[in-house]
């Protein structure tokens, strides 16, 4: 069990992921991707991903832009599993926008 992060924690782990923001109970980030198949490759990477580590966010697709939204639905809100996961989509995000 992971344990929810305080209001200040998810403030400080923001600072080192500047493209996310919370909303509610959750962080989110929105990506607009060169196409729709490489925006689809994006969530494919993800998925593995997401699996290996048995943490899945919640992804909405719509053409080439796709928002990302991680939460902890076990415990209810934040945890450090979350803000981990949002590294890991950054450098997937970095890998295919760049």
Not at 42 to 53: L, Q, S, T
Not at 68 to 97: M, N, P
């Amino acid at each position: 069990m992971a344990e929810l992060l305080t209001d200040s924690q998810v403030a400080e782990a923001l600072q080192q992921l500047p493209e996310w923001s919370q909303d509610g109970s959750k962080i989110k980030r929105t990506v607009e991707f060169p196409s729709f198949p490489t925006a689809i490759q994006a969530v494919d990477r993800i998925a593995e991903i997401a699996e290996n580590k048995n943490h899945h966010p919640d992804m909405d697709i719509r053409w080439r832009k796709v928002t990302f939204y991680c939460t902890t639905h076990s415990e209810g809100g934040l945890t450090s599993k979350d803000t981990e996961l949002a590294q890991e989509i950054d450098g997937v995000v970095a890998q295919l926008s760049g």
